[in-house]
DNA sequence: CCGTATCCAATAAGATACTG
DNA sequence: CAGTATCTTATTGGATACGG
């Protein structure tokens, strides 16, 4: 039998190390290994069980997601906690240096939308589309709107203010509730991609409130041209 | 013999894809494998030869510096070029959409240097520095400062321009000489940053010129704090 | 000097089955 | 549901060897 197998990952620092001082490599460090960022961004508007985890990154590996979770966690951006009772299951959130992370998350998006290859009609989890909103608002069409828009992703809801040209994105609640909302869509994130990405019509997706409103917001999230092939 | 092994790498696409429409799943997808985002930090400021960035990515290996190539290139983030004659020497160079990736170095960069496991001891490349600068250069410190700041790192000369509190780095070139400047630094670029984020002493780098200017210079660019245990 | 090709060992990721 | 354990495959890195 095999003496105890402690590995450094187990401890939070990576196996295979960039051996370089700059903080980009570093930052690699911490979040470079595949899926890492990807399961950081599923937490930023908000802690996820394991298993909504899984749903959401598709392709990813429960073994994969274990080990993602657990270096995240040593490495001080993700917390493991549990639910005050009655539920007291396990959910995962991040620290407050985790939540941080969102310009990372918000420069590879903006960064990519200029990319020829990108394809989306890709499957895109409801925390993915929203945080896409945050990246890719156009201050100028959304100037003079103020309106409380509300999203129902399955049994997740959200809602989001639109004010001054900005928008701030939360998990639906007491204090934030749908019935708040002035318009709601619903319907899998991926339909939502579809209308205000893919200039596909609003009735690929339920709405209910305003529906005027609710075609105005598909149209404040331009993208950017895309590059051509000599990356001009 | 085995027939021509076409892989998709070899046209530029990932092998291990991220299912994902997500903007930043697909730029992982695009420079998220190992090596990618540190060979296209080495443009930023340049072309460069094969063996330069074998050596200023420590660790990086012959066969992986060539398959990163290949396929930043095919993905249109990299150009390979011939210098004019009479050199005619290979040199690779980042596309205008390579050198838009910049903010993502940049958000990862300043995320990291809040990171209580960054070790600024290791190697660093004279990029990396430069640009370290860019990202961390504290406006409110720079304000008064109208100056040319030169650096020699071995045989690559770069010229820094900081006025209004901003700062711009660039190659030296005839039309930017270090010879213009009114400080010029020179060392391996891990003395400077020993100096500028390690808080040792001036002498540990050779200092040309305003020797009063180069000791200001190094105290512009303060760290963040760094986060706790608990992600705080 | 500038790479490319090949071979090998170590590690990481993926698939699947399984357990409390 | 929330993960582990195990097995297989893919990728990486290191060492060379080799052609222009």
């Known amino acids: 039998m095999e003496l105890e197998k402690i590995t450094s990952a187990g401890r939070g620092e990576p196996k295979r190390r960039y051996d370089d ?31 909504d985890l899984k749903v959401d990154l598709p392709g990813i590996s429960a073994n994969v997601l274990t080990q993602r979770l657990g270096e995240l966690e040593a490495r001080g951006l993700v917390r493991r906690r549990f639910l005050p009772s009655p539920t007291r299951v396990a959910v995962y959130e ?5 939540l941080e992370a969102e310009p990372i998350v918000q420069s590879l998006g ?3 939308a200029r990319s020829p290859a990108h394809d989306p009609t890709l499957p895109i989890s409801g925390v993915s589309i929203l945080l896409s909103f945050r990246t890719m608002i156009d201050a100028r069409r959304a100037k003079g709107i103020d309106a409380r828009i509300g999203f129902r992703f399955g049994h997740d809801d959200y809602v989001a203010r639109i004010k001054k040209g900005a928008i701030k994105v ?17 319907g899998p994130p991926s339909a939502l991609a579809a209308v205000v990405y893919g200039g596909q019509p609003l009735d690929l997706v339920g709405v209910t409130g305003d529906r005027a409103l609710a075609q105005r917001f ?11 092939a000599d990356g001009h």
């Open 21 to 51: 001082a700059c903080g980009t490599a570093h930052a690699l460090d911490l979040i470079g290994e595949r899926w890492a960022l990807l399961v950081l961004r599923e937490l930023m508007l908000g802690p996820r069980r394991f298993t």
């Open 94 to 98: 991040a620290t407050a240096w985790g």
């Open 110 to 112: 903006r960064w990519a």
């Open 170 to 186: 939360a998990r639906a609640s007491e204090a934030r509730p749908l019935s708040g909302c002035d318009a709601v869509f619903s």
């Open 218 to 228: 598909t149209t404040l999230f331009p993208l950017p041209p895309k590059v051509g």
